[in-house]
């Protein structure tokens, strides 16, 4: 099973930060990775796909990159409506799927 | 525009089986570029994938529920439909059903319900 860690688990920032997010794959996806973004009370929005691609209607202040084992989600300049908790998820063992554990953003 | 909704009894007893459908509105749930999954959330927890199945009915689970769980689907009524038996506490938490499409723009769950909150208690 290919395991997916986030980190850090929770980070505190302000209006206007640059956050950065990891998530470490345990063995190598190539790009096969999506970035999600979760309100609380609201089901997951998909943000960013095969590692670095914007999905439609996402502002270009999220960003992702990486590949193999290692990939992080940036947000350029964060916005009162980013504060959420942020999970990636593998798709490399397709049909099997894993998310990683969550990073939640919060204000500082 | 597509829109997925989880329908199912909040609350199960222990030792019993976990019933829930998800209802595909505004598209087919034929069309061979998607697959449909079923995704949980504990309280306070991280997202778990439980598995998905293909229009087809072909199905994949998640190992640690493999023994578990068995997901169908009903094209003619455009749902598809998830059941956990021996539920115990542990299984309490939110299932979203979920569209992931395969191949070309990228793999993801690119659509998902609102969820549906169920509590297995006595």
């Known amino acids: 099973d290919i395991q997916m860690t986030q980190s850090p688990s929770s980070v505190s920032a302000s209006v206007g930060d640059r956050v950065t997010i990891t998530c470490r794959a345990s063995?190598?996806?190539?790009?096969?990775l999506a970035w999600y973004q979760q309100k609380p009370g609201k089901a997951p929005k998909l943000l960013i796909y095969?590692?670095?691609s914007l999905q439609s209607g996402v502002p270009s202040r999220f960003s992702g990159s990486g590949s193999g084992t290692d990939f992080t989600l940036t947000i350029s300049s964060l916005q009162p409506e980013d504060f959420a908790t942020y999970y990636c998820?593998?798709?490399?063992?397709?049909?099997?799927?894993?998310f990683g554990g969550g990073t939640k953003v919060e204000i500082k | 525009q597509l829109q997925l909704q989880e329908s199912g009894p909040g609350l199960v007893k222990p030792s019993e089986t976990l019933s829930l459908t998800c209802t595909v509105s505004?598209?087919?749930?034929?069309?061979?570029?998607?697959?449909w999954g079923w995704i949980r959330q504990p309280p306070g927890k991280g997202l778990e994938w439980i598995g998905s199945?293909?229009?087809?009915?072909?199905?994949y689970y998640n190992p640690s529920l493999k023994s578990r769980v068995t997901i169908s689907v009903d094209t003619s009524k455009n749902q598809f439909s998830l059941k956990l038996s021996s539920v115990t506490a542990a299984d309490t938490a939110v299932y979203y059903c979920?569209?992931?499409?395969?191949?070309?723009?990228?793999?993801?769950?690119?659509?998902w319900g609102q969820g549906t909150m169920v509590t297995v208690s006595s």
């Open positions: 505004g598209g087919s749930i034929s069309s061979s570029s998607y697959y």
């Open positions: 095969a590692a670095s």
């Open positions: 063995q190598g996806i190539s790009s096969w």
């Open positions: 979920a569209r992931f499409r395969r191949g070309g723009v990228g793999d993801a769950f690119d659509i």
């Open positions: 199945i293909y229009y087809s009915g072909s199905t």
């Open positions: 998820q593998q798709a490399n063992s397709f049909p099997l799927l894993t």
